[in-house]
């Protein structure tokens, strides 16, 4: 089968990339999912994976040259298989519109209907697509006789969430808060009626949700927000403490009109959701607590200390293999991600003042333990059993002092299990969430 | 006389043309040229020559799987019968019997594959005949082996109920398969099995002398087309070839073996062609080369001949219409 | 212009008309003459005893005699009294009648017609009482039918004694009073042919023998519910006429396979495996397949009723399964 390989959209604004290096070379065989070639653009640089498996026959744009978004890269068959250059130009048109992600592998054509005017598509197929509101009619049907497979929706729901990708600001406080976005009407998918809004921890920003804003968009409106002094959100400088960044959250559901959601806060950030979750019990309809800190005193900040000691490329890697209990899961475009978000002015002073505020002398200032009992809503509580960061034993405490949590232990995983197990993070937040 | 002389002749011609035949397609088996299983009939062609040249081309016989005498005995051509045992198109029946050959133009109606269903089937064809008011004659013919078969009793109850031209023509030549007769037949003469259905019965003691059988077997030809019903026949005779080819045989006595190929049925007529100076010894190789030539022959036409084509196989399923796969 | 009359007869006059027609048809089997079941009543007052024939009892050689006096220019009717006893000949009828012709190379046929009557309900117990034509499907060279009631009976009986190819023909003991509309003129119906007794658009039901009638009645119960049932009668089981069961299924989305027989392995299985295979995307709901458990049929003729034959009650519940 002839895949071809186009530029992906990565975001609303991206009009073209530039080839940073092909991973793969011409004439050599590809597995699908392999990092195929490396690409830039203004905001970011990015790996684009292999569409399919098999030869990769042809490479389009070498290294250096730019191209539009939607424009065929490279071709990928069987060995010797013919393939048609100019069909494969012909949907470019279509890419361009569609969202990262998607993948057409020929011309779309729509499902075959059978003598009663019911799309052909299996059971499971159609299920899912009933789940999410998708109408067969208009999916392409790669499946025997033309019909609507399982794969198909799961791609078309993927292209769906890809398209509602968007990144925005607004202000709270005073503060600009940037924020990525996904699902919800824009997708044109069944959401459910309660958005999520997801926190990061010390010196992350939105981009580490990368793994799980397409799972969670499928079925959720999704927001990703950088806390003040991290990502691309402002950096108002002076002290950068819990209440800052409570309030700081607490704005940004307001201003966008959120009034009830499900918070999930990862490791600082699971900090500032379970503060907010006590103080504002309205706002928040369920919790989930990933590594989170403000659950006992007991912490090890050891991975930031490179950073501390000044923001370097190496640093940052470094930093961030300290998070996982695999260092392998440290790809390129994480590290370029957190250390292009880290150099930014103030960044630095703000990871700084965050560490001061809340864990001064090596250990958290505040817990919040005693007061998980007044918690009336839902609770997940998500750790990896090789968390080096937070101990996990916290987490087993605070699933015991509150009757009804669920518990989640990623049994491989370091700090950040919603990366290291990302799959099965994502399926285990959507059966709480639903 | 002339009519002994001319039988005689003819009966070792189709004995030697038996076994010349199957000795060369052993030969191709052994090499590796084809792949089939083969039942050779060495030391026992007397009796399969000696029933089968004694019916007529419109007499119905169900043979043995040891069956090539009887084939070539009701006037069955080795190409015709080698084409098909080796499955090409150009075989009598078109490469789809296999080694179940058939010629109704020569009345050999079929071989089965589970021997003894044939039983009933050659009770049917002879009702048939008596039915339609010919005198032809059906014909059983079956190994000692076979008559412990569930359908024998039927097929006897019947042929005697019905009075019908059915010949049921044993030949006993000692070996069930693997095992000596004995190890799974009660009783030494399998004619006796005749006495139970009150059905005439013709034993034929020497088996290898092809005059023998063929008298016995016209008697009993005779008997049913004169409308006097059925016969059974038990040829004694002796297997000296092994069961089927990449059997052994190391299950027969040596001793045994030997002894029954001095009373080789095929020389024991030579020899009296000699002494009857029905033939001479330059006749005698005449009439062997001209055999041997044909022989050459079939095997040619047959490993020349092209296999069924890919249709034949869906043909012939029914008579009414095609196969739907 | 037609009459009615009763299954039986329907088989009887079959017989009688093509004995008429046709000097080389002859009847033969185990009490042919007295007929135990009606089947061939009178038959020998008026064709003899030479073609109405009784033979001893064995199944396997009455089949035999019939294959080796069809090969020879003749076209006997072998009949197996009950449908159970099919299995005491089954090297005879699976293996040798169907392939004789094509192991021949064509040399051969074999133009002859085994009739046996299937069918429980009477407390005959295990040996008397079987469906036996699912296991005949798919043998080469047979072609297998059912006659469901008098019209079909004596129209199919013909075709298959008419036939150049052997028939193995299927009655219903249960069926055998059963009155119904004959022509009075001759006529045969296509062997292959499956008939849509009864138009509908939610669900097709296949079912024969007395099955269909039990799916009819239940059909007629359910358009009062405003379900629309279509209902098949397969006619031939083997070679199934797919086409009409595939139109059908196009149509409705659902299908329900009925019969006597046992469920596994029967002929509703080979149904359902070609309609999934070929109108697996026009499916609505899974296929359902009604028929008797894995069990002897009970002696006990309490038994027989309540746990083993299916009736209309079972054929509803599938239906409404799926809908």
Known sequence: MVTGVYVPRWGVTMENATIVAWLVEEGMPVVQGQDLVEMETEKIVNIVEAPATGVLRRILVPKGETARVGSLLGVISEAGEAFDLEALRGVEAEVQTAGAGERLSRAGRPAEKNQRGRVRASPPARRLAEEHGLDLAVLEGTGPEGSVSRDDVERAIAAAVARSLKEGDKTAGGVLLHYVSAGGEESGLKASPIPVVLVHGIAGSAILWQANLAAIGARHKVFAVDLPGHGRSGKPGGRYDIDLFTRSLLGFLDACGLERVVLAGHSLGGHVCLKLALEKPGRVGKLVLIDSGGLGPGIDLGFLKPVLGGVTREATETMLRGLFANPAMVNRPMVDATFEALSRPGAWEAVRSAVESAVPRGIQVESLAERLPELKVPVLIAWGAKDAVIPPAQGMEAHAALPGAELWVAEHAGHCPQIEAASEFNERLLKFLN | MQQGREKLVRLYRLMFLTRRTEETTNQLFQEGKIRTMGHWSTGQEAAGVGVGAALRADDCLFPTHRAWPEFIGKGMSPRSIVAEFIGKGTGCAKGKGGLHISSAEHGVVGLVGSLGSDFPIAVGTALSAKMRGTDQVSCAYFGEGTATQADFHPAMQMAMLWNLPVIFACVNNQYVELVHYREVISFDNLIDLAQGYHMNAIPVPDGNDVVAVFDAMSEAIARARRGEGPSMLEIKTYRVAPHFTGDTGAYMPPEEVAAWKARDPIAGCRARLLAERALSEGDLLTLEKEVEAEVREAIRFAMESPHPSVEEAFSDVYATREVVR | ?323
């Open chain 3, 1 to 323: 212009m037609s009459r009615k009359i009763l299954y039986v007869q329907a088989i009887g006059e079959a017989f009688a008309e093509e004995m008429a027609r046709d000097e080389r048809v002859f009847v033969m089997g185990i009490d042919v003459t007295r007929a135990v079941f009606g089947l061939t009543a009178n038959l020998v007052d008026r064709f003899g005893k030479e073609r109405v024939r009784n033979t001893p009892i064995c199944e396997s050689g009455i089949v035999g005699a019939a294959l080796g006096a069809a090969l020879t220019g003749m076209r006997p009717c072998a009949e197996i009294m009950f449908s159970d006893f099919t299995y005491v000949a089954m090297d005879q009828i699976a293996t040798q009648v169907g392939s004789w012709r094509y192991m021949t190379g064509g040399q051969y046929k074999a133009p002859m017609v085994i009739y046996t009557l299937d069918g429980g309900g009477m407390g005959l117990g295990y040996n008397h009482s079987g469906c036996t034509e699912a296991v005949f499907q798919g043998s080469p060279g047979l072609t297998v039918v059912a006659a469901s009631d008098a019209y079909t009976a004596k129209g199919l009986l013909k075709a298959a004694i008419r036939s150049d190819d052997p028939v193995l023909f299927f009655g219903h003991k249960a069926l055998l009073g059963q009155p119904g509309e004959v022509p009075d003129e001759d006529y045969v119906l296509p062997l292959t042919k499956a008939r849509i007794v009864r138009e509908g658009g939610d669900v097709t039901v296949v079912a024969h023998h007395l099955m269909l009638h039990h799916a009819l009645g239940v059909a007629a119960a359910l358009e009062k519910e405003g379900v629309s049932v279509e209902v098949i009668d397969p006619v031939c089981i083997s070679p199934l006429d797919r086409e009409t069961i595939l139109t059908s299924v196009r149509k409705t989305g659902r299908l329900v396979t009925v019969e006597e027989g046992r469920r596994t392995g029967g002929v509703g299985a080979e149904i359902s495996a070609v309609v999934s295979e070929e109108a697996f995307f026009d499916l609505d709901a899974p296929i359902k397949r009604v028929g008797a458990p894995p069990i002897p049929v009970p002696g006990s003729a309490f038994l027989e009723q309540t746990c083993y034959l299916p009736g209309p009650e079972d054929i509803r519940k599938a239906i409404t399964s799926i809908l």
